[in-house]
């Protein structure tokens, strides 16, 4: 498994939008080939951070998807989006 995580940070006076958005988002990813499972994760810790977790069959698989998705919702997002920062890990 291959596990990604973005970390964004994102307008507060915005969250619940981008919350609404990114679980969209999120749903429509467990579609994608090779994408086992999706989450979208508020931050304990920051009030304007949002986490998006993908689980995939492994780094290959992520690494040939092509972003049609997340293409799709990217306008709605980025509206209300800062910046972000993207991790990997192995299970």
Do not use: P
Not at 25 to 36: I, L, P, R, W
Not at 41 to 64: C, F, G, M, P, R
């Amino acid at each position: 498994m291959y596990i990604v995580l973005v970390k964004n940070k994102v307008n507060q006076t915005k969250k619940t939008e981008y919350m609404r958005d990114s679980q969209l988002f999120a749903e429509e990813m467990k579609e994608v080939a090779g994408c086992k499972d999706t989450y979208v994760l508020t931050s304990a810790d920051y009030e304007d951070v949002i986490v998006n977790v993908e689980v995939w069959e492994s780094k290959y698989v992520y690494e040939q998807y092509d972003g049609h998705v997340f293409l799709k919702y990217k306008e709605k997002l980025k509206s209300n989006f800062i910046s972000n920062t993207i991790e990997t890990y192995t299970l």
